[in-house]
Nanobody, 117 residues
Framework: QVELVESGGGLVQPGGSLRLSCAAS????????MGWYRQAPGKQRELVAI????????NYADSVKGRFTISRDNAKNTVYLQMNSLKPEDTAVYYC??????????WGQGTQVTVSA
């Protein structure tokens, strides 16, 4: 089993920045990737950013490219999402995700990010 604990959400003004953290614990073997998803009210959960554990490959949603950066610290089993130039449309609950070979998928409890003046 794997547990994911997110932190770093909150209220920020448009144009501001936030940094989300996700710490993983438990049986951390055969990790394929870690990433961030988000879900706004009335919308489906969508991929924000993902990073492969075997290398440095990353993938971002078009809507966040150039503004968000995903990174990881394997020694701490932690993944980060640096969010800059935040917009009101970035408002959502952000969920950490971990994919483990062969087919296990884990989610954090979610952290609220609100971008508002």
């Amino acid at each position: 089993q794997v547990e994911l604990v997110e932190s770093g959400g909150g209220l920020v003004q448009p144009g501001g920045s936030l940094r989300l953290s996700c710490a993983a614990s438990g049986t951390l073997l055969n990790i394929v990737s870690m990433g961030w998803y988000r879900q706004a009210p009335g919308k489906q959960r969508e991929l924000v950013a993902i990073i492969r554990y075997s290398g440095i490959n990353t993938n971002y949603a078009d809507s966040v490219k150039g503004r968000f950066t995903i990174s990881r610290d394997n020694a701490k089993n932690t993944v980060y999402l640096q969010m800059n130039s935040l917009k009101p449309e970035d408002t959502a609950v952000y969920y950490c995700n971990l994919e483990q070979w062969p087919a296990n998928r884990y989610w954090g409890q979610g952290t609220q990010v609100t971008v508002s003046a």
